[in-house]
């Protein structure tokens, strides 16, 4: 199961923005082909599965360079990257945390569906979500229905706080992390406080960032 999702944001717009996207972009897919890191890409964003810190990427990443759009001038890009921890949902859903209850289900389905508890009910207190279902005659079978049913109503749930969470944290990380001066060839890390070849960067040689 992928545990993160990086987004990386193109902050300003333009050619030379979009380059400064693709570019921060490709470093991290190099570095997570090399690392043989999981990962997948997506519209807008990419997930992947990590044990590393990857949060100490997060911020504005800075490119200073000749710009091929502009008659080679010095131009200024800046693009936003966030790793933002995935909730581990689909593995917080334990039968332990589960409460049942059976009773006799009610409406249509004649008299045998009045007279056994065929109902089937399900609280999970740790998220204070309720379902029931009715459906079968066996009880055993609406059971595992209602277990499902449970499963999709947590996840979507969880979804949803995660979303919202996310949307939270995507307005933050407003600080410059790292200067890349392409007309030096050198990159600048303000959390290590040192200059870096930019070189070694660019090719996902970034390992030692996250030790």
Do not use: W
């Not at 990419?46 to 997060?58: A, D, M």
């Not at 229905?145 to 944290?169: F, S």
């Amino acid at each position: 199961m992928f545990n993160y999702i990086l987004y990386i944001e193109n902050k300003g717009g333009g050619k030379d923005s979009e380059d400064c996207t693709k570019i921060i972009k490709n470093q991290y897919i190099k570095y997570f082909k090399k690392k043989n890191i999981k990962y997948i890409k997506k519209k807008n964003y990419i997930e992947l599965y990590g044990s590393k810190s990857f949060e100490r990427e997060n911020g504005l990443h800075k490119i200073i360079r000749y710009s091929p759009y502009k008659n080679n001038s010095i131009h200024t890009s800046y693009c936003k990257v966030i790793f933002l921890k995935k909730s581990l949902y689909l593995e917080n859903i334990y039968k332990k945390d589960i409460k049942y209850y059976y009773t006799k289900s009610s409406g249509a389905g004649g008299q045998h569906v009045n007279k056994t508890n065929s109902c089937v009910k399900l609280f999970h207190a740790i998220t204070n979500t309720k379902v029931k279902c009715q459906k079968e005659r066996s009880q055993n079978i609406n059971k595992k229905i209602a277990e499902e049913y449970l499963k999709k109503k947590i996840i979507k749930k969880k979804k949803k706080e995660l979303n919202k969470k996310n949307r939270k944290k995507k307005n933050e990380f407003n600080d410059t992390i790292r200067i890349y001066y392409f007309n030096k060839s050198i990159a600048y890390d303000k959390i290590l406080k040192k200059k870096i070849n930019i070189i070694k960067i660019i090719k996902g040689n970034i390992d030692f960032l996250f030790s």
